[in-house]
């Protein structure tokens, strides 16, 4: 079964700290460019948290920095790091026949 395309390309923002782990940005990368996405990639400096209450009212915590990026028009902001992102990436990619 052939899927249809994207309508639009997706505008990602990968968020670089000092606790990404290299092989990690550079893969991400790869991959997005390869779904032919729109990749940006920025250096986290420091930023101040903005405390949401969450759905169940757990308190929630994000960097301001990060919610701009939303508000810019990305479609997907990730923060890489301890291998999570690659992670999840790679059991998708596991699962999914090209």
């Known amino acids: 079964m052939i899927e249809p395309e994207l ?26 460019r390869l779904a032919k ?3 940006k990639l920025l250096h986290n400096g420091p930023t101040k948290r903005e405390s949401f209450t969450g759905l169940y009212g757990n ?12 508000n810019e028009g990305f479609d997907l902001v990730c923060v890489p790091g301890g291998g999570f992102f690659l992670n999840i990436l790679l059991q998708i990619l ?3 026949s090209f």
């Open 7 to 32: 309508k639009k390309r997706l505008n990602i923002a990968i968020i670089v700290s000092d606790y990404a782990d290299e092989l990690e940005v550079i893969t991400l990368c790869s991959i997005f």
């Open 37 to 39: 996405s729109s990749v």
């Open 59 to 70: 308190k929630v915590q994000v960097d301001s920095h990060l919610l701009e990026l939303l």
């Open 94 to 96: 596991h699962h999914k």
